[in-house]
């Protein structure tokens, strides 16, 4: 066992201890508490040499452990304070443990980048699945499987996901954000509400399918393993809290726009137009353009705690999604065209330039809302009225994003921040239109 894999899984015993949280109930902190003082006062010996990472080895300090005691022991602290699920602090701590020894497995048998990522996701996911059975069985519940089931993918995903960005001493804050996300889509997930057999179907087909979609993306290169990990985590997310029909509609825009991409790239590529990575969407790339998307959902999935109806949300999602397609098609194919104008002041500009489109480019933005408008009248029953609000939403936010390409990218928000301002605009109009014409 070589030094990295034997640190990754002393972590994962440190991570063990959170199953003791059951028992010790509002002081389940202290045994992470105790563990931050002992990596406080260890500074060399046969302990030191298992914690320690090669950054700590200069520093000659377990900082790394003691961060990640720490960040277990505050998110411990909300158990008894927010009457956070025992259940969920257990996955939220055994996700990063138990992950990385995972990635580390799969890297002493091959050193390949995906299937390390993958690794970690699946030793993940078991683990948090089985604390929470672990959970259950200690304080005699009655385990609900399909809901654990969907409380460990999403905890693997979601850190997945963060340690593509992050790495082992930013674990306070990937523990944080895990535990607070996964808290809330626990609390909102409707499995509890509906038979075992739909919600095992649920579950099932949302992991089948979007992993499946994921891996295709991947082989064909449309995503980064980060971006395949986000679409994958979205995808569960859409069948899960909102419905298949959500989930087609999110599918539509990530194939209908990696296609997009890959249209004609090497000729994009020579005029400068092209994406970068050979068109392999990243995750912040496909958060930019679905995160709107996927507060509609979260607020859809609230609506009984929120103002305006879900009907409201229902469009703000369609909206956003029509958006970010016909934000991507208009820049894809537009990019192929010559003399594009400034959108803000109709000069002639270099293709490229931000805030630049073209009629041939606005012709395929509106075609994409319409496709998404399309879907929407399958899968949610919207009628012709509610098509032309969700195509009335998917110009604005196009349009919103041409005018902050050329008005605020570059110094102020980068091209992600500007697609996220758009799509988020979209799912606004969507709403509104929605409320306006009387649909909500």
């Known amino acids: 066992m070589n030094w990295s894999l034997r640190r990754a899984l002393a972590f994962a015993l440190v991570a063990t201890l959170s199953l003791a949280a059951p028992l010790l109930g509002q002081a389940a902190a202290v045994p992470f508490a105790v563990v931050a003082v002992l990596g406080a006062v260890v500074t060399d010996g046969w302990l030191f040499e298992v914690f320690s990472t090669a950054q700590d080895r200069r520093e000659q300090r377990l900082r790394t452990l003691i961060a990640f005691a720490l960040s277990a022991a505050g998110v411990g602290l909300l158990v008894p304070i927010f009457d956070v699920p025992a259940g969920v602090f257990v996955a939220s701590v055994l996700v990063v443990g138990y992950g990385d020894l995972g990635r580390r497995l799969v890297l002493q048998v091959r050193e390949n980048r995906t299937l390390s990522m993958v690794g970690f996701v699946v030793v993940a996911g078991v683990a948090a699945f089985g604390g929470q059975a672990a959970v259950t069985s200690l304080t005699g519940g009655t385990p609900n499987y399909p809901q654990m089931v969907f409380v460990a993918a999403s905890a693997a995903l979601l850190a997945g996901i963060m340690r593509t960005f992050f790495v082992a001493r930013d674990d306070p804050l990937l523990l944080a954000t895990v535990a607070l996300l996964l808290w809330l889509f626990a609390v909102l997930a409707p499995l509890s509400e509906v038979p075992a057999a739909v919600a095992w179907e649920r579950v099932a087909v949302a992991l089948v399918v979007t992993s499946a979609f994921g891996w295709v993306s991947r082989a064909l290169g449309a ?23 959500w989930f087609v509609v999110l599918v539509a825009f990530f194939a209908v726009g990696s296609l997009s991409t890959k249209f004609k790239y090497e000729r994009k590529a020579e005029r400068g137009v092209a994406e970068p990575n050979d068109g392999a969407r990243g995750t912040g790339n496909v958060l930019g353009n679905s995160a709107a998307a996927l507060i509609a959902l979260l607020l859809y999935a609230a609506h009984a705690h929120v103002p305006f109806s879900d009907v409201a949300f229902l469009f703000a999602y369609a909206g956003s999604v029509a958006t970010a397609l016909a934000d991507t098609l208009s820049s894809e194919l537009g990019g192929l065209f010559d003399e594009p104008r400034l959108v803000t002041t109709f000069e002639r500009v270099e293709p490229g330039t931000d805030g ?14 319409a496709v998404i408008a399309a879907l929407s009248v399958v899968v949610f029953d ?6 032309g609000a969700v195509v009335g939403a998917g110009v604005v936010g196009m349009t919103a994003d041409s005018v902050a390409g050329a008005t605020i990218e570059g110094d102020r928000l980068g091209n992600q921040g500007v697609n996220f301002l758009a799509t988020l605009t979209g799912g606004v109009a969507g709403g509104l239109l929605a409320l306006a014409v009387g649909l909500a």
Request: hydrophobic residues 60%; aromatic residues 6%.
């Open 356 to 369: 630049a489109v073209t009629w041939q480019g606005e012709v395929a933005g509106l075609a994409g809302a």
């Open 223 to 245: 995503t980064s393993v980060a971006g395949m990990l986000t679409g994958v985590f979205l995808g569960l997310l859409a069948v899960v809290l909102g419905g298949y029909g």
């Open 382 to 387: 919207l009628g012709a009225l509610g098509a």
